[in-house]
């Protein structure tokens, strides 16, 4: 899609290149790893439900689950992850910098317990989250 709103390999309907989260699930206590890298922010926020319900099916206890991208703490953010927040949601209102406590309390349902919080360059986090 050309518009901007979703990406070229994502049909819309939760699905990259074919695969569903269903598809993945067929796997219980898999993965040691999942690399999410920029999603959370650029989707609306039932993806980030979804990729923490499916993380915490598929990953073998102990596995991890890496999240890059920008967040808020607190409700806030340095200025330009302010400005970057607004427009997104000037783009599509649903998608927007997550609240880091949110997504961590959505992983804590779902079995994963958040380890750390790198900051990365660019007013990024990389946030490890691991399956108890």
Known sequence: DT?????????GDGSVDGVTADGIRQYPNYFDLILCI???????????????ECAGKVLKKGGML???GPYKVGGTAVESNLK???ALRSRNPSWGVRNLEEV???A????????QSVVMP???LSVLFRKA
């Open 3 to 11: 518009d901007g709103k979703t990406s070229p390999s994502s049909s």
């Open 38 to 52: 920029n999603m959370i922010h650029i989707a609306p926020w039932e993806a980030t439900l979804g990729l923490m």
């Open 66 to 68: 890496v999240c890059y």
């Open 84 to 86: 970057f927040d607004e």
């Open 104 to 106: 961590t309390a959505i």
């Open 108 to 115: 804590k349902k779902e079995g994963l317990e958040m380890v």
């Open 122 to 124: 660019a007013n990024n």
